[in-house]
């Protein structure tokens, strides 16, 4: 992410907070996230101002440079292993994406998440700067919600200082389920710490994910 699209999804201070944590990594680094889930999730119809992601389109994007090399690979890997992916266009360029992810590994950071069955993963949602203020993230959310079955759980791995993502997915009903933290000493000791901060019996289903607990 550029530094100016960081100010604006995180604010000066956070951005600050950032720079300052990357230049104590050599000695110590400590990587947060907040785990959000729809507790009884119901789907609704699907906003047709969102289109799927497909092979066809990503190859059009990178043929107009509306997405790099790395984009290209990382998307394409994405929609041929367990992931829907969702965007929106604008005048004919491409404005937004998300991408909600079925089953397999994800990877947060620098980390790994098995997900447990019936746990479906939002991930990757971007709204290029120039049109940020649009609301366009919000209809990728509604696509990306609505893509999963009823009877499944809506999850998000958000780090805790990105106060806009949490507020969006709150509004769909999500709730701060669990917060997880990896702090690294020396870039070789690593503890991890599980904090509940719901504490009911869909725990028992998101905590499977993680093989090393």
Not at 39 to 55: D, E, P
Not at 90 to 102: P, R, S
Not at 170 to 176: M, P, R
């Amino acid at each position: 992410m550029k530094f100016k699209d960081r100010i604006k999804q995180f604010g000066y201070l956070s951005t600050l907070k950032t720079v300052f944590k990357t230049l104590l990594r050599p000695i110590f680094r400590i990587n947060e996230f907040k785990i959000l889930i729809i507790k009884n999730h119901k789907c609704t119809a699907v906003n047709s101002f969102v289109g799927l992601i497909t092979s066809e389109k990503l190859n059009q994007w990178n043929e107009k440079n509306e997405i790099d090399g790395v984009e290209y690979e990382r998307f394409s890997k994405f929609i041929k292993n367990n992931c829907i992916g969702y965007y929106i266009e604008i005048e004919n360029e491409l404005a937004a994406w998300g991408f909600v992810q079925t089953k397999g590994t994800y990877k947060y950071g620098s980390y790994f998440y098995d997900l447990p069955e019936r746990v479906h993963m939002l991930k990757n949602l971007f709204v290029k700067s120039n049109f940020r203020g649009l609301s366009l993230g919000k209809k990728i959310n509604e696509a990306r919600i609505n893509a999963i079955p009823d009877g499944s759980i809506p999850c998000g791995f958000v780090i805790p200082e990105n106060k806009y993502a949490i507020r969006n997915l709150k509004l769909y009903g999500f709730q701060e389920q669990l917060k997880i933290s990896h702090t690294t000493w020396f870039k070789k000791y690593t503890y991890t710490r599980l904090d509940l901060i719901k504490d009911n019996k869909l725990n028992e289903i998101i905590i499977k994910g993680f093989k090393t607990l």
